[in-house]
Every structure is written in structure tokens, then in C-alpha cells.
């Protein structure tokens, strides 16, 4: 359920302001409306003359005299002369004049006659120190008094129309507004956690839905365990943990399981991103954190998961220009942390893939100081995952997710669950009502090269050099006995790049390789190049990625796995980012890198030299399997072997044999090695 999240819609905060800005015109055209029909409705400024001569002239029935203005009302006939020569259209004869006569009538009222209070002044002159004044109105018969009220009811009026109205109008409108925005966070809300938190009464999930991670759900177990008795733990003395740091590469299930706590302890779960905190404004961040604690409080016990935590918790340094936002977030979130009282039963759960650029704050007892590492799964967690994912997808009895496992090493759980989705789609592409084997593999296949590129047309040429390569490189691998077998070579392209590819499947997981088997390694890298350079005398753009992989694996041999003679045991190289990119940094001084260069050179000239060597030696297999996968376009590792062992005059395996998982038919792989990255031996563009 998403809590809050409507309130940040900038189109929202839009809306506000265009709410108000129309009501500000609206009140100040009506009370310029009002006050212009006011204006031109009451009675007309006349001139004293004027006004004496009027009373010269009989045509003054009653004058009321105020401090500073004196109103004049005119006999009947006096006024109707006046209006048809004035042209002045009926007074009083609108709705402000005939409200100011009520008012005037009751300001009077005990004064004077009814008659009198229903007639209206018609003009009004300024009041002038004329002490003669009341002996002409005397003669002249006119009634006179003063009437403090009349002026009194109408400055009343003005200052309501013009002032008090308007002003209370806006500010009624403006604290509703407020009211409306601040309840999530708005324009005005801005401090108010109004990022972007979802918030789930029941997730739903249970650690039966994570699949491998058993360490992790193992420490998991126990949170859950805290949260369903605080009682069991805090009557011993025990303190609860106050949160858990989840730490792994990405998709492997992170979130998952901060849901499956929330389901098995049965708590609602918030959850919200590090990056969602820090804001352009300073101080943002900080009250954020604050009414995030405070509304978790409210809800406790539940479970509070911070993603990607590294967006806040980042180490704070000392250097000029640091970011003070984040810093102060970061400052707010320990001081929270420290705040809250963990028997009403509030866990925060945060995740992050680089633990080692979080403050050591964050990490010390009392805040986030159980770390729960959710790394990439192996073999049998890849088949487990498969298998919760493959649950609700119908599948026909061909399926073996252990092969698929097998033949997956190195991905995660949501590439996992994104194959079988795959292949569910590809099988109803082709009309079919369940997922077969080869749905799947093809799957793997979509994710790790991507698609087929049907409509990519190479020439002649161009195919007879990338089959020379990619066979060149699995003839390479079958050739040396520490490499992993061929299972499949396509001269197909592929969106991804490759133009044609070989796949090989290891027999089982490895966790650790020796020198001999990455020395193998890179000479299969190199092996395509060879069969170029030894068959058309020329070389392409196409061997770059394999040069990248096979320098990669020298560079590691060398500097972190103490396989050369020169430098020994010596650290060179230190990773980073372990859950990202584990890229490789340097420790060492110039010098030392310029000879790490050099090394590195000398390994792949020596592996380049042994492939063509190796080629050179089986020219009659290179051409006779090149020529039969330029005429197929795909073959398989059977196909392969049938060639390979006909030149070389091996003997057929017996039957036992051809079982093998090398052997198997269909049977693709990524191949795990040192860098921990899968890959497959590729002929880019
Ligand atoms: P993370 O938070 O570590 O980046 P997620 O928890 O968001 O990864 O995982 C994404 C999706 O991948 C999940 O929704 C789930 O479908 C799938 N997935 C990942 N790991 C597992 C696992 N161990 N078991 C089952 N499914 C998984």
C-alpha cells in the first residue's frame, strides 16, 4: 500500500499554488465589484454652493450632519428634476444602497420615523465651519440633526467589504491549503517524511518464498524470533537488536527476505530508499528520518527496511565541500537509532552492496550491527531458486533446473527468476501450454547474449572468418584437457554484440581454479584471433572482447593470486566494490606498475604463440569443422566431437560415456571463473 506517496506528485503541489492564485483574483475582483457598486450607488459629493442653493431653492427636505460630511436628502419632486436632469439612474435603487438604508434604519431606530429611515441620502458635501448653517436650514424649514450612526454602519461596511473580508478569506483558504499538504508532505510539507514509503500491512512472504540464503534466514530466524517474544528476551536482560544490515550484490534477494521477516513475525513492513531522504534543501533529509521514527513508532512493532542505505549512511569526511545534507540525514538516522526503545518491537532492516563506504558509526553495537551477507547463490541455491520460481509455471517433464542451474553459475536470484519468466513467454510465443527444456535454455541464452539478430546479413566472407574463430577457440578448449568441454558453436548474431559465440559447461561448480586451468583459459581467449591470424593471414576487430578477458585473468593471476615468479606473493592489486563491479585498484608505485605491464605482456604472447601452435598442429580439424558450422550456422558439442575424433582418429566413446554432462545435447553454459563473472568465449563486433 502506497502511504504517502500520493502527496508527492509535483503536479499536486502545482494544483496548490493554482488554487490559490485563483482564489486571491476571485476575492479581489468581487470586492472590487462591491466596492465600485458602493462607490458609484451611494449618494454624489456635491459642492457647498451647491448645496446652499439647493436649500435656496425649497428643494432640501433633510440634511444630517456628521463630523466631517454632511448628507443631504431632496424633497420628492426636487429629486425627480434632479434625476431627469442629471440622468443619474435611480438612487437608492440597488442591493448596497438598499443594505445601507437597512442598516441606517436600525442604527436609528428609536430615533426616527419609519418614513425617514427609508429614504436615502442623495448627496453628500464636505462640512465646512459655517456657523449661519442652521439658521438658512431653520428658514428654509429643512429637518437637521446629526446621525453619528450612518457614517459609523458605513466605514463599518467599507472596512469589511475592502479589508476584513478579503484578508480572512485568504486566510482561510491558506490554512486550508497548509492543512491539506502538510498531512503528507507537499510544497509546505517539505520536512514531513513525504518520500516515497510504501507500507504493507501483510507482506505476504515467508522465508519459504526466499530460496537458498540459508545463513541469511538462519540470522533471520532470530530477529523473527525477537519480535515475536521481546518479552523472552528482554525479561533475561537481553537487549534486542535494534537493526540488521543486509549485504550482497543486487537481486539476490535482499528485499525478499526483509519482507519474509515482516510475514513469518507478522508485523506491517515499511520500506523506503536511502536515496529518498536527502534533498536539495538542507535539513530536509533530518526531518525526514525524524517523522519516518516517528510514524514507525506509532505502528510498532513492524519492520522498517531502508534500501540502499549507501545513499545516507556514505563515511563522513572531513574534506572542504562535504556534503552537509547527507550529513546531518545521517546524524538524525544514528540519533533516532539510539532513541528508540526496541521492546515495543521496531527493527530497522537496511540493505546495501557497499558496505565498506558506510560509516563505522552505522555499524556499531546498538545501531545496524548485525551484518547479514546475501551473496550470489551457488549450484544448489540456483536450483532451489529456480524451483520456487518454476512453481507456478506449468513445465513438461523434459525440464531439468539442476542443468540450468549448473549452466548459470554466477547469476542471481532475480536473473533466475527472470529466465523462467522467459521461458514461460517464449513457450506461449510459440503457442505451446508448457515451458520445455529448451524454452529455457534459450532463456539463459537471451539473458547472456541476448536475442538472435535475424535480420543481421553478413557477407561471405565475414562468416567463413567468424567461424574460423569461434572454432578456433573451441578447438583450443578440446585440445587442452583443463578446460571445460564445448558444448555449442553458433555463428548466429546476437543483439548483445557477439557475432558468434562458443558455450561450455564446467562439469560441476568450481570454487577455485588452478594456474593451470587459467593459463588454459587464456588460451582459448586468444584462440579465435589465432585461427584468424594462421588462416587468413590478417586479424579483425572481432577478438576484443577476448582480449579484454584474457588480460583480465593474467592481470589477476599476477597481482592478486601470486601465480608469477617475478613479483611472488606480493598484494598488487586490491578489490573494490565486491558486490558491484569488483573493480581491481592498484597498490603499488609506478615503477612496479610499468613492470606488471610488461608481465602481463609476456603471459599473453606466450599464450597467443600456444594457440596458433595448437592450431596449427590440427589445421585439418580447424577447416573440416569451420566449413561444416559455415554450412549449419549452429552445432552442437556432439556434432563437434564427431569431427574433432574422426580427424584425429580417437575411438567413439562407449555409451556410458556419451551421458556425460559434456556430452549432453543442449547443454549451454556461462562459465564461472576467477573474476567471478560468467562469460562465454564470444566473437564481438
Ligand atoms: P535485492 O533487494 O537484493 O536487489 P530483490 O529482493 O529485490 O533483490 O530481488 C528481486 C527479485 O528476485 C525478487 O522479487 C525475487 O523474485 C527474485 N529473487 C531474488 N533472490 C531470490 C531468492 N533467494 N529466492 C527467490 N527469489 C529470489
Same mark, same amino acid.
Request: hydrophobic fraction near 40%; proline fraction near 3%; glycine fraction near 10%.
Given at each position: 500500500?502506497?502511504?504517502?506517496?500520493?502527496? +508527492?506528485?509535483?503536479?499536486?503541489?502545482?494544483?496548490?499554488? #493554482?488554487?490559490?492564485? !485563483?482564489? &486571491? $483574483? %476571485?476575492?479581489? *475582483?468581487?470586492?472590487?465589484?462591491?466596492?465600485?457598486?458602493?462607490?458609484?450607488?451611494?449618494?454624489?459629493?456635491?459642492?457647498?454652493?451647491?448645496?446652499?442653493?439647493?436649500?435656496?431653492?425649497?428643494?432640501?427636505?433633510?440634511?444630517?450632519?456628521?463630523?466631517?460630511?454632511?448628507?443631504?436628502?431632496?424633497?420628492?419632486?426636487?429629486?425627480?428634476?434632479?434625476?431627469?436632469?442629471?440622468?443619474?439612474?435611480?438612487?437608492?435603487?440597488?442591493?448596497?444602497?438598499?443594505?445601507?438604508?437597512?442598516?441606517?434604519?436600525?442604527?436609528?431606530?428609536?430615533?426616527?420615523?419609519?418614513?425617514?429611515?427609508?429614504?436615502?441620502?442623495?448627496?453628500?458635501?464636505?462640512?465646512?465651519?459655517?456657523?449661519?448653517?442652521?439658521?438658512?436650514?431653520? +428658514?428654509?424649514?429643512?429637518?437637521?440633526?446629526?446621525?453619528? #450612526?450612518?457614517?459609523? !454602519?458605513? &466605514? $463599518? %461596511?467599507?472596512? *469589511?467589504?475592502?479589508?476584513?473580508?478579503?484578508?480572512?478569506?485568504?486566510?482561510?483558504?491558506?490554512?486550508?491549503?497548509?492543512?491539506?499538504?502538510?498531512?503528507?508532505?507537499?510544497?509546505?510539507?517539505?520536512?514531513?517524511?513525504?518520500?516515497?514509503?510504501?507500507?504493507?500491512?501483510?507482506?505476504?512472504?515467508?522465508?519459504?518464498?526466499?530460496?537458498?540464503?540459508?545463513?541469511?534466514?538462519?540470522?533471520?530466524?532470530?530477529?523473527?524470533?525477537?519480535?515475536?517474544?521481546?518479552?523472552?528476551?528482554?525479561?533475561?536482560?537481553?537487549?534486542?537488536?535494534?537493526?540488521?544490515?543486509?549485504?550482497?550484490?543486487?537481486?539476490?534477494?535482499?528485499?525478499?527476505?526483509?519482507?519474509?521477516?515482516?510475514?513469518?513475525?507478522?508485523?506491517?513492513?515499511?520500506?523506503?530508499?536511502?536515496?529518498?531522504?536527502?534533498?536539495?534543501?538542507?535539513?530536509?533529509?533530518?526531518?525526514?528520518?525524524?517523522?519516518?521514527?516517528?510514524?514507525?513508532?506509532?505502528?510498532?512493532?513492524?519492520?522498517?527496511?531502508?534500501?540502499?542505505?549507501?545513499?545516507?549512511?556514505?563515511?563522513?569526511?572531513?574534506?572542504?565541500?562535504?556534503?552537509?545534507?547527507?550529513?546531518?540525514?545521517?546524524?538524525?538516522?544514528?540519533?533516532?537509532?539510539?532513541?528508540?526503545?526496541?521492546?515495543?518491537?521496531?527493527?530497522?532492516?537496511?540493505?546495501?552492496?557497499?558496505?565498506?563506504?558506510?560509516?563505522?558509526?552505522?555499524?556499531?553495537?546498538?545501531?545496524?550491527?548485525?551484518?547479514?551477507?546475501?551473496?550470489?547463490?551457488?549450484?544448489?541455491?540456483?536450483?532451489?531458486?529456480?524451483?520456487?520460481?518454476?512453481?507456478?509455471?506449468?513445465?513438461?517433464?523434459?525440464?531439468?533446473?539442476?542443468?540450468?542451474?549448473?549452466?548459470?553459475?554466477?547469476?542471481?536470484?532475480?536473473?533466475?527468476?527472470?529466465?523462467?519468466?522467459?521461458?514461460?513467454?517464449?513457450?506461449?510465443?510459440?503457442?505451446?501450454?508448457?515451458?520445455?527444456?529448451?524454452?529455457?535454455?534459450?532463456?539463459?541464452?537471451?539473458?547472456?547474449?541476448?536475442?538472435?539478430?535475424?535480420?543481421?546479413?553478413?557477407?561471405?566472407?565475414?562468416?567463413?572468418?567468424?567461424?574460423?574463430?569461434?572454432?578456433?577457440?573451441?578447438?583450443?578448449?578440446?585440445?587442452?584437457?583443463?578446460?571445460?568441454?564445448?558444448?555449442?558453436?553458433?555463428?548466429?548474431?546476437?543483439?548483445?554484440?557477439?557475432?558468434?559465440?562458443?558455450?561450455?559447461?564446467?562439469?560441476?561448480?568450481?570454487?577455485?581454479?588452478?594456474?593451470?586451468?587459467?593459463?588454459?583459459?587464456?588460451?582459448?581467449?586468444?584462440?579465435?584471433?589465432?585461427?584468424?591470424?594462421?588462416?587468413?593471414?590478417?586479424?579483425?576487430?572481432?577478438?576484443?572482447?577476448?582480449?579484454?578477458?584474457?588480460?583480465?585473468?593474467?592481470?589477476?593471476?599476477?597481482?592478486?593470486?601470486?601465480?608469477?615468479?617475478?613479483?611472488?606473493?606480493?598484494?598488487?592489486?586490491?578489490?573494490?566494490?565486491?558486490?558491484?563491479?569488483?573493480?581491481?585498484?592498484?597498490?603499488?608505485?609506478?615503477?612496479?606498475?610499468?613492470?606488471?605491464?610488461?608481465?602481463?605482456?609476456?603471459?599473453?604472447?606466450?599464450?597467443?604463440?600456444?594457440?596458433?601452435?595448437?592450431?596449427?598442429?590440427?589445421?585439418?580439424?580447424?577447416?573440416?569443422?569451420?566449413?561444416?558450422?559455415?554450412?549449419?550456422?549452429?552445432?552442437?558439442?556432439?556434432?563437434?566431437?564427431?569431427?574433432?575424433?574422426?580427424?584425429?582418429?580417437?575411438?567413439?566413446?562407449?555409451?556410458?560415456?556419451?551421458?556425460?554432462?559434456?556430452?549432453?545435447?543442449?547443454?549451454?553454459?556461462?562459465?564461472?571463473?576467477?573474476?567471478?563473472?560468467?562469460?562465454?568465449?564470444?566473437?564481438?563486433?
Amino acid at each position: 500500500m502506497d502511504n504517502n506517496n500520493k502527496n +508527492k506528485d509535483p503536479n499536486h503541489n502545482r494544483q496548490g499554488w #493554482g488554487i490559490i492564485l !485563483a482564489t &486571491t $483574483l %476571485l476575492v479581489t *475582483f468581487i470586492v472590487m465589484g462591491l466596492y465600485s457598486m458602493m462607490q458609484g450607488s451611494g449618494p454624489e459629493e456635491i459642492s457647498y454652493d451647491k448645496f446652499l442653493s439647493l436649500i435656496d431653492e425649497g428643494k432640501v427636505q433633510e440634511v444630517s450632519l456628521n463630523s466631517d460630511r454632511i448628507y443631504i436628502t431632496l424633497t420628492d419632486e426636487a429629486r425627480r428634476e434632479e434625476l431627469e436632469e442629471t440622468g443619474r439612474t435611480g438612487n437608492p435603487g440597488n442591493v448596497l444602497s438598499q443594505l445601507q438604508d437597512q442598516m441606517q434604519g436600525q442604527m436609528q431606530s428609536g430615533g426616527g420615523t419609519e418614513e425617514e429611515s427609508e429614504r436615502s441620502p442623495d448627496y453628500y458635501t464636505g462640512y465646512v465651519n459655517d456657523y449661519t448653517l442652521t439658521d438658512k436650514l431653520e +428658514k428654509a424649514g429643512v429637518k437637521f440633526g446629526s446621525k453619528p #450612526g450612518d457614517t459609523m !454602519a458605513q &466605514t $463599518l %461596511l467599507e472596512l *469589511f467589504l475592502t479589508v476584513i473580508l478579503p484578508i480572512g478569506l485568504m486566510a482561510l483558504m491558506l490554512v486550508w491549503l497548509m492543512r491539506k499538504m502538510t498531512k503528507g508532505g507537499g510544497v509546505m510539507g517539505i520536512g514531513k517524511s513525504n518520500a516515497k514509503m510504501y507500507m504493507e500491512k501483510e507482506t505476504g512472504v515467508t522465508f519459504q518464498d526466499v530460496a537458498g540464503e540459508d545463513e541469511a534466514k538462519e540470522s533471520l530466524q532470530e530477529v523473527v524470533d525477537f519480535l515475536h517474544n521481546p518479552g523472552k528476551y528482554s525479561g533475561i536482560g537481553a537487549k534486542l537488536p535494534k537493526g540488521a544490515l543486509l549485504v550482497g550484490p543486487p537481486g539476490t534477494g535482499k528485499t525478499l527476505l526483509a519482507k519474509a521477516v515482516a510475514g513469518e513475525a507478522k508485523v506491517p513492513f515499511f520500506s523506503l530508499s536511502g536515496s529518498a531522504f536527502v534533498e536539495m534543501y538542507v535539513g530536509v533529509g533530518a526531518s525526514r528520518v525524524r517523522d519516518l521514527f516517528k510514524q514507525a513508532q506509532q505502528q510498532a512493532p513492524c519492520i522498517v527496511f531502508i534500501d540502499e542505505i549507501d545513499a545516507i549512511g556514505k563515511t563522513r569526511d572531513s574534506s572542504l565541500g562535504g556534503n552537509d545534507e547527507r550529513e546531518q540525514t545521517l546524524n538524525q538516522l544514528l540519533a533516532e537509532m539510539d532513541g528508540f526503545d526496541t521492546n515495543k518491537g521496531l527493527l530497522i532492516l537496511a540493505a546495501t552492496n557497499r558496505p565498506e563506504i558506510l560509516d563505522p558509526a552505522l555499524l556499531r553495537p546498538g545501531r545496524f550491527d548485525r551484518r547479514i551477507i546475501v551473496d550470489k547463490p551457488d549450484l544448489k541455491g540456483r536450483v532451489e531458486i529456480l524451483k520456487v520460481h518454476a512453481k507456478d509455471v506449468r513445465m513438461d517433464e523434459s525440464v531439468d533446473l539442476e542443468a540450468i542451474a549448473l549452466a548459470t553459475s554466477g547469476a542471481v536470484g532475480s536473473d533466475l527468476a527472470n529466465m523462467i519468466n522467459e521461458a514461460a513467454i517464449n513457450a506461449v510465443k510459440h503457442g505451446r501450454q508448457v515451458v520445455s527444456q529448451k524454452d529455457l535454455f534459450e532463456a539463459v541464452e537471451v539473458v547472456l547474449v541476448g536475442k538472435e539478430k535475424k535480420d543481421r546479413i553478413m557477407s561471405k566472407e565475414e562468416r567463413r572468418i567468424v567461424s574460423y574463430h569461434e572454432v578456433g577457440h573451441a578447438l583450443v578448449t578440446a585440445l587442452q584437457k583443463n578446460t571445460e568441454p564445448v558444448q555449442k558453436i553458433t555463428i548466429v548474431p546476437r543483439t548483445m554484440g557477439a557475432l558468434g559465440y562458443v558455450m561450455q559447461t564446467p562439469e560441476e561448480e568450481k570454487f577455485l581454479n588452478t594456474k593451470k586451468e587459467l593459463e588454459a583459459m587464456i588460451v582459448v581467449a586468444l584462440g579465435g584471433r589465432a585461427a584468424e591470424e594462421l588462416v587468413f593471414d590478417t586479424v579483425t576487430t572481432g577478438a576484443a572482447n577476448d582480449i579484454e578477458q584474457a588480460t583480465k585473468i593474467a592481470r589477476a593471476m599476477i597481482t592478486q593470486y601470486g601465480m608469477s615468479d617475478r613479483f611472488g606473493l606480493m598484494g598488487l592489486e586490491s578489490i573494490q566494490n565486491r558486490y558491484l563491479d569488483g573493480r581491481a585498484v592498484l597498490n603499488c608505485g609506478d615503477a612496479t606498475a610499468g613492470e606488471i605491464d610488461v608481465e602481463v605482456m609476456k603471459m599473453l604472447k606466450a599464450a597467443y604463440e600456444e594457440a596458433k601452435k595448437l592450431l596449427a598442429e590440427n589445421r585439418e580439424a580447424l577447416d573440416k569443422i569451420a566449413a561444416f558450422l559455415i554450412e549449419k550456422e549452429t552445432i552442437t558439442g556432439k556434432e563437434f566431437m564427431k569431427i574433432f575424433r574422426e580427424v584425429k582418429g580417437i575411438p567413439e566413446p562407449s555409451e556410458t560415456e556419451e551421458g556425460a554432462p559434456a556430452e549432453r545435447e543442449g547443454r549451454i553454459t556461462m562459465k564461472s571463473e576467477p573474476a567471478e563473472e560468467s562469460q562465454i568465449t564470444a566473437g564481438g563486433e
